[in-house]
Each structure stands twice: as structure tokens, then as C-alpha cells.
């Protein structure tokens, strides 16, 4: 056992069985030992590889898709320029290059950042320096007026906690001992979670998820904006167990070594849009639709036409991975959270 197992297993021996979204907070952000706060995981040394990673066009498109729902807010100056779990600031700074051409919006910007982890803030004030970001633990802590946010690879972070349906209903799924090791054990009483399912089957919910819908849906409603979220994740709610731990690019045991293996689990988006009630959901699509909606083959055609033979071979590789169903183009989607004035680029017909 490492260091924050023995914390863990130590807390279980005294007060019995920890909820599955306690398990995951210890293991993404223990203040000492937490995943999160004790690397940066992104990238090819690192667990896994994220779509600003892979290509400057996924954060290009996404910083136009900020300029033209700007100018769709009326270009309100001041506004609020947010992000979510930034990770490294690639993100950010292929979306500010891209938008910067567009007449004003940088001018009318404030940057602020939400991230939990001091290594990735690094990493973030290094790759942003020029456009003065502030950072925030919370994204209940941004300052309000209109607002543009994106988030990458956010909500799947988020902990969930998971329900097992019995013959008497619904009981939660905990993290206790067996032995040495950490075991799912049933609650013994029932929960008030509620939801159709057979006997034996697995249903999920993010309490924080459905927190921040919900704050972000009253917010853009009342103040204006839009907030597009893109992450692994399944349309109608329902699916089963999805709780995956990564770690060098491979599947790990969720249970198995806390703090050392990204751990995350698949969004319900459903169920985030119907607790942002009060802003307009639109889609989800899927991440390959919705860039070729905002123009990633004419995009890749024009960075190859001023490249050399080695550099166009690789957009092409970038553009295949972030588009094909096989690679991130499926699995991966796109929701939109706005005003219910606003209609949003690569949502056409979708909301
Ligand atoms: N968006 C980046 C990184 C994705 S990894 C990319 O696409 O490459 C998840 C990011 O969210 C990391 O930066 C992580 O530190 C941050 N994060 C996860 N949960 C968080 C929370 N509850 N509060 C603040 N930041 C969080």
C-alpha cells in the first residue's frame, strides 16, 4: 500500500466504508498525495494525451467559436474569459492566438483560470503570461458579468458517487477492506436515489457536476454568456458503470494504488444540462462533427499549404485523431450551456 492507501484504509478501519466520491477526491486531490497535485499528467511521459495536446487546430477553432459567440452576446466589454481545469494553458493559448484577429475581444478580455493543481498553475502562468490570468479554486468564485467559458476534459474529473439496484431498490456502492485491499462493498440501507434499472444494474451521479450546472445555468441566464464543455461522455442518462483509472496510457485498477492513476468517469450529460435549467443546452454533438463545423478541414488544408513535407504529414495525423470516430471524434462530445438569446456556432439545428 503507498501513502494515501495506508491514510485511506486507516479511515475505513475507524469509521467503516468510505463513498466512492470520497475515494476519488482523496486520490485526484489530496492536499499531500492527491494525483492532481503531485504531477503534471498530461502528455506522452505523462498518463494521457488531451485534444489541445494533439493539435493547435482544436484550440484554434475553439477560440473562434469564443470570438463569434461574443459577437453574438453584442461584444460586451468588459467579459469574462474563463476556463476550467486548464491543464497545461495549451487550450488557451492556441484559442487567444486564433482570436486575437478578431477586432476588440482581447482588449475587452479579463482571463481567469480554475485550477486545483500548483504544478499545472505553473505550467499555465508560463504558457498565458501575456494575457494576465487570474486564477481560482472554484468556479463559484469567477467574478460575475458576461461570460465566455471552456472547459476540456473538466466534468470527467468531477467524483461520482454509484448506485446498485437490489430487489428493495437502490443502495451505494462504498469503498471498504478486504484484507489489504480496497473492495466495493454495498450500503446495507437503502438510498433515496431513484431511476429505473434491473436487479444488478450500476447507475452514476456527480453531486459536483450537478452543482456547477446548476450555478452556471442561473449565472449565464442572468448575467449572459455561454459555456462550452467538451469530455467523454454518453447522451441519455443510464449507462452503467463508467469509473476508468489511467495510468502511462493504460487501464489500472480504479481501486488500486490512490494518487498514482488518473481516475474519471464518464459525463452524464443529460443529467449536467437538466441541472443547468434556466440557460439553453445545446447538443451534445460529437467532437468530430462539431469541428468540422467550425471548419477544421479547411483549417488543416490551409497549415498545409505552408508546410513542408514531415509538417503537413503531421497535421494530417492530428486532424485524423481528433475527427475519426475511431480516435477522439465519437467518444469524445460537445455540449454548450448559453443564454437563451444566443444561437451558438457548430450547434446548428441542435439545440
Ligand atoms: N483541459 C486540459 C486538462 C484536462 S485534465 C486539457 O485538455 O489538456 C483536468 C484538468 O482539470 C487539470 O488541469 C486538473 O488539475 C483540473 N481539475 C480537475 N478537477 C478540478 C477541480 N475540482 N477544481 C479545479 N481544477 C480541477
Redesign the pocket.
Known amino acids: 500500500m503507498n501513502a494515501l492507501a495506508r491514510i485511506l484504509a486507516a479511515r475505513i478501519r475507524g469509521t467503516g466504508p468510505i463513498g466512492l466520491a470520497d475515494f476519488m477526491t482523496a486520490a485526484?486531490?489530496h492536499p499531500e498525495h492527491g494525483y492532481?497535485l503531485t504531477r503534471d499528467?498530461?502528455g506522452a511521459r505523462g498518463d494521457f494525451v488531451?485534444?489541445?495536446?494533439v493539435s493547435q487546430m482544436f484550440g484554434e477553432l475553439i477560440g473562434l467559436w469564443c470570438a463569434e459567440t461574443w459577437r453574438q452576446m453584442g461584444a460586451p466589454r468588459p467579459f469574462i474569459l474563463a476556463?476550467?481545469?486548464?491543464?497545461?494553458g495549451?487550450?488557451m493559448a492556441d484559442a487567444l492566438r486564433a482570436a486575437k484577429l478578431v477586432p476588440g475581444f482581447l482588449d475587452a478580455m479579463s482571463l481567469h483560470l480554475?485550477?486545483?493543481?500548483p504544478a499545472?498553475r505553473a505550467a499555465q502562468a508560463r504558457a498565458l503570461a501575456p494575457f494576465n490570468p487570474t486564477w481560482h479554486?472554484?468556479a463559484d468564485d469567477l467574478p460575475g458579468g458576461p461570460l465566455i467559458l471552456i472547459?476540456?476534459?473538466?466534468l470527467d474529473?468531477?467524483p461520482i458517487r454509484q448506485f446498485v439496484r437490489a430487489e428493495d431498490g437502490w443502495h451505494e456502492r462504498r469503498v471498504g477492506l478486504d484484507g489489504e485491499e480496497f473492495a466495493y462493498i454495498l450500503s446495507e440501507s437503502k438510498t433515496d436515489f431513484s431511476g429505473d434499472g434491473s436487479v444488478g444494474s450500476v447507475r452514476e451521479m456527480s453531486p459536483?457536476a450537478r452543482e456547477l450546472g446548476a450555478s452556471l445555468g442561473a449565472r449565464l441566464a442572468r448575467q449572459g454568456g455561454a459555456a462550452l464543455f467538451i469530455d467523454y461522455g454518453y447522451t441519455r442518462s443510464g449507462f452503467g458503470d463508467t469509473l476508468q483509472a489511467l495510468r502511462a496510457h493504460r487501464r489500472h485498477d480504479p481501486l488500486a494504488d490512490p494518487g498514482e492513476a488518473d481516475l474519471s468517469a464518464h459525463v452524464d450529460f443529460a443529467a449536467f444540462a437538466a441541472a443547468a435549467a434556466g440557460a439553453r443546452a445545446f447538443g451534445p454533438v460529437e467532437q468530430g462533427l462539431f469541428l468540422r463545423r467550425l471548419g477544421i478541414r479547411e483549417r488543416a488544408d490551409r497549415l498545409r499549404a505552408g508546410a513542408n513535407a514531415t509538417q503537413a504529414a503531421a497535421i494530417e495525423r492530428g486532424y485524423r485523431r481528433l475527427v475519426d470516430p475511431e480516435a477522439m471524434g465519437s467518444l469524445l462530445k460537445v455540449l454548450a450551456l448559453a443564454h437563451p438569446s444566443l444561437t451558438l456556432a457548430g450547434f446548428e439545428g441542435e439545440a
Request: aromatic fraction near 10%; hydrophobic fraction near 40%.
Open positions: 485526484l486531490f492532481y499528467p498530461i488531451t485534444a489541445p495536446e476556463e476550467l481545469g486548464p491543464g497545461r495549451t487550450l480554475v485550477e486545483a493543481s499545472l479554486g472554484r472547459a476540456n476534459e473538466f474529473v468531477l459536483q
